[in-house]
Each structure stands twice: as structure tokens, then as C-alpha cells.
């Protein structure tokens, strides 16, 4: 069963480009949803994260836009660099303190080209 | 940096063999975890422990058992090793009262199972 469907499962960009990826959930308890980059050879890393109460957070290059109604997420990476070519995790958590276990989405691989 | 370490780093092992994988972290967490990462299906969560006499089940536990030494170790053991086991095992944590709930991952291990 499936809680975190992700897509696409791979993604090639130009250099420059908007890398979006597409997250979509069902279970509506669902309060904390971040987004885990991984390089190859290491583990994931958390990039950004968002809570329902706002629609987008923004860092840097790096925008979570929310849609609470359609239960969806995304990440959009403007301006995408040969550097963020990476695997790229969705999840999320019931996140009151106590009970943190993500789940994660099936991941993208996301190809940057000059 | 080291603050979560994984040993053995890859290992090749037969079918029934016993194999135990041990994850160390420095970061004076509470809460430690253990997953498996499969191309296509993400990660999945096995077992989790929110302090050293908590012992949690996870998404995908069976076959597999841990340990929890102390509270910066964390050992994950496959009793009777199987093929389909054959997968890349993360060890991660995270502290308690923080909001944003990171989980902090070591750098994996390769497991293959003949």
C-alpha cells in the first residue's frame, strides 16, 4: 500500500530549467512533508520541508508548493544546475513530537545536462 | 562528517547465512531507525526505536530483527539471509522536541544475498 505515490521516476532537465516533481498522499493525519535529496554513494539528506498551514515555502533555488484540497505536493528547483543531479525523496509524517515515522515516495532521479 | 556510521559498508553474503548490520551515531540521539532502499519502491521503513527500551516494528520488518545496545547503537540483523533481501540498508536518527524532524541518515549499506 502505497501512502506517498511519486513521479515521475526519472526526470532530465536542462541546464537552467524548472525541475518540478509531483507527490501526491492519502492519508489526510499526514502534518509534516519534506523533501530528502540523496547523491550517489550516500544517504538522504533533508532539503526542505513544509507544514499544511502554509501553500509554499521557498529556500534558495528550492519551492514546495502544497495543495491541501488535492492532498498533493511538489518540488519545483529553479534555475537547475548540474549539481542538484541527484535522487530525490518525497515523504511524510504525522509530525507531533513522539511520532515521526516517514514514508517515503518511490523517488526521482532527476539528470541535469548542460 | 561521521555523526551516523554504517559497518560493514557492502557485504556479500549466501543464502541462510546469519548477517548483522550495525549503525553508531554520535549526535546524542534518542530516536534511531532502519530502512531499506529498493529502485522503484523508495524507502521503507523496517524497524524504529524511540529510546533504548523502545522497539518499534515497521513497514517491512519480517526476516529481519534489531537490537538496540545503547542508545547511540542500533544493529539490524537478518536471521536467515535470503535473496530478495539483497537491497541497500540506511540506519538514520533524530532527536526528540525538535519540530522540523529531521532524520539525519548514514552513508548505507550494500547488502547482496546469494
Known amino acids: 500500500q502505497q501512502q506517498v505515490k511519486q513521479s515521475p521516476q526519472s526526470l532530465i532537465v536542462q541546464k537552467g530549467g524548472i525541475s518540478i516533481i509531483n507527490c501526491a498522499y492519502e492519508?489526510?493525519?499526514?502534518?509534516?512533508f519534506p523533501w530528502y535529496q540523496q547523491f550517489p554513494g550516500k544517504g538522504p539528506a533533508l532539503l526542505i520541508a513544509?507544514?499544511?498551514?502554509?501553500s509554499e515555502k521557498k529556500e534558495g533555488r528550492f519551492t514546495i508548493s502544497f495543495n491541501k484540497s488535492a492532498k498533493q505536493f511538489s518540488l519545483h528547483i529553479m534555475d537547475s544546475q548540474p549539481g542538484d543531479s541527484a535522487t530525490y525523496f518525497c515523504?511524510?509524517?504525522?509530525?507531533?513530537?513522539?511520532?515521526?515515522?516517514?514514508?517515503f515516495g518511490t523517488g526521482t532521479r532527476l539528470t541535469i545536462i548542460p | 562528517d561521521a555523526d551516523v556510521t554504517q559497518t560493514p559498508r557492502n557485504r556479500i553474503t549466501k543464502t541462510g547465512k546469519r548477517i548483522m548490520l550495525e549503525c553508531s551515531q554520535t549526535?546524542?540521539?534518542?530516536?534511531m531507525y532502519w530502512y531499506r532502499q529498493d529502485p522503484g519502491l523508495g524507502l521503507r521503513l523496517i524497524y524504529y526505536?524511540?529510546?533504548?527500551?523502545?522497539?518499534n516494528k515497521g513497514e517491512i520488518s519480517d526476516g529481519y530483527s534489531v537490537s538496540r545496545q545503547a542508545q547511540a547503537k542500533f544493529s539490524l540483523s537478518l536471521e536467515s539471509a535470503i535473496p530478495n533481501q539483497t537491497a541497500l540498508y540506511f540506519c538514520?536518527?533524530?532527536?526528540?522536541?525538535?519540530?522540523?524532524?529531521?532524520?539525519?541518515f548514514g552513508p548505507g549499506t550494500r547488502l547482496t544475498v546469494l
Open positions: 549526535k546524542g540521539h534518542d530516536r
Open positions: 513544509i507544514r499544511p498551514d502554509v
Open positions: 538514520a536518527t533524530s532527536g526528540t522536541g525538535t519540530y522540523d524532524n529531521e532524520q539525519f
Open positions: 515523504a511524510a509524517s504525522i509530525g507531533n513530537f513522539g511520532n515521526e515515522k516517514l514514508t
Open positions: 492519508n489526510t493525519a499526514f502534518d509534516y
Open positions: 526505536s524511540f529510546d533504548v527500551k523502545d522497539i
